[in-house]
């Protein structure tokens, strides 16, 4: 390489040089997959996504991610490759830039999670109950409770796949709440049948 060219190639960007760009969640999680300093897919990133993300915040849509990894890519947050396949298509692989590390770890430094914001659409049915029999009310709660059994398995699949990996600590971490979360959330739905039973046998 000449000196030139030595001297024109760009510097990694630190924390303090880095910009936040204004860019929605679903960005700054998309962005977030990457550095785990793993060059992914876009089918790779809604894997990962359905993975974790859906347990404590959501899952995008396949569109949505390459909609957001082609604007990070704009901004120089993420860069692309193309490696060959046996088909005709190549496939694209993203990876973090320096530049998109140090915006995410400023990002993550100098904001505050925003809210939570629950909707709970057994609980907007429970609330209604009373237009409802209680049989009904009955049947939606051990609905939700079968869907809850299915996202149980699925979390602890998570949890276990990712305590293999010392570099997923903190994803493991995020993982066993989410496993703990459902748990709970199970048990509420037990004293919620029992508080229906009650309700039911004083006939309101």
């Given at each position: 390489?000449?000196?030139?060219?030595?001297?024109?190639?760009?510097?990694?960007?630190?924390?303090?040089?880095?910009?936040?760009?204004?860019?929605?969640?679903?960005?700054?999680?998309?962005?977030?997959?990457?550095?785990?300093?793993?060059?992914?897919s876009?089918?790779?990133?809604?894997?990962?996504?359905?993975?974790?993300?859906?347990?404590?915040?959501?899952?995008?849509?396949?569109?949505?991610?390459?909609?957001?990894?082609?604007?990070?890519e704009?901004?120089?947050?993420?860069?692309?490759?193309?490696?060959?396949?046996?088909?005709?298509?190549?496939?694209r692989?993203?990876?973090?830039?320096?530049?998109?590390?140090?915006?995410?770890?400023?990002?993550?430094?100098?904001?505050?999670?925003?809210?939570?914001?629950?909707k709970?659409?057994?609980?907007?049915?429970?609330?209604?109950?009373?237009?409802?029999?209680?049989?009904?009310l009955?049947?939606?709660?051990l609905?939700?409770?079968?869907?809850?059994?299915?996202?149980?398995?699925?979390?602890?699949?998570?949890?276990?796949?990712?305590?293999?990996?010392?570099a997923?600590?903190?994803?493991?971490?995020?993982?066993?709440?989410?496993?703990?979360?459902?748990?709970?959330?199970?048990?509420?739905?037990?004293?919620?049948?029992?508080?229906?039973?009650?309700?039911?046998?004083?006939?309101?």
């Amino acid at each position: 390489m000449t000196a030139a060219r030595a001297s024109a190639a760009p510097a990694p960007a630190s924390a303090d040089e880095a910009t936040r760009p204004a860019i929605p969640a679903t960005a700054w999680a998309v962005l977030g997959l990457l550095s785990f300093d793993r060059e992914l897919s876009g089918y790779d990133i809604k894997q990962w996504a359905d993975a974790i993300l859906r347990f404590f915040y959501w899952s995008p849509a396949t569109s949505q991610i390459y909609a957001e990894l082609r604007r990070l890519e704009e901004l120089g947050l993420v860069q692309s490759r193309v490696v060959a396949r046996d088909d005709v298509r190549g496939k694209r692989l993203y990876a973090i830039t320096p530049t998109g590390r140090a915006a995410l770890e400023r990002w993550q430094l100098e904001t505050d999670a925003e809210p939570t914001v629950l909707k709970n659409g057994l609980m907007l049915r429970l609330w209604l109950g009373h237009l409802a029999p209680p049989e009904r009310l009955r049947e939606q709660v051990l609905t939700h409770q079968a869907q809850l059994r299915d996202e149980l398995e699925a979390a602890r699949h998570s949890e276990q796949t990712s305590a293999a990996d010392d570099a997923w600590a903190y994803p493991s971490l995020v993982a066993r709440w989410s496993r703990r979360r459902i748990e709970g959330e199970l048990a509420l739905a037990d004293e919620m049948l029992a508080d229906l039973d009650r309700l039911a046998e004083r006939g309101t």
